[in-house]
């Protein structure tokens, strides 16, 4: 996945479930999984930088999950 500001190739520098105990980010991490934690538990939240440093953060799920939660939030 590339950088969402400058482009640029980034990796993966944390991967965590949200109620994982200990780490630095902990509190990002878990801020970051209510996109869908709301939904399911079954979710993990990776920590990306690119090759200037830019940080951001993206979450997993199934494709079940993502499915069922475009359904239900359908009007
Ligand atoms: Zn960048």
Redesign the pocket.
């Known amino acids: 996945m590339n950088?969402t500001?400058?482009?640029?190739p980034?990796r993966v520098v944390d991967t965590r479930q949200p109620d994982a105990a200990g780490g630095v980010y902990n509190g990002r991490i878990r801020k970051a999984g209510e996109v869908a934690s709301w939904y399911t538990s079954d979710i993990v939240v990776r920590r990306r930088v690119?090759?200037?440093?830019?940080e951001w953060f993206t979450v997993e799920i199934t494709t079940e999950d993502v499915t069922s939660m475009v359904e239900e939030g359908k009007p």
């Not at 690119?50 to 830019?54: A, E, F, P, S």
Request: one cysteine or more; a positive charge.
């Open positions: 950088c500001r400058c482009g640029k980034s690119c090759l200037d440093k830019h």
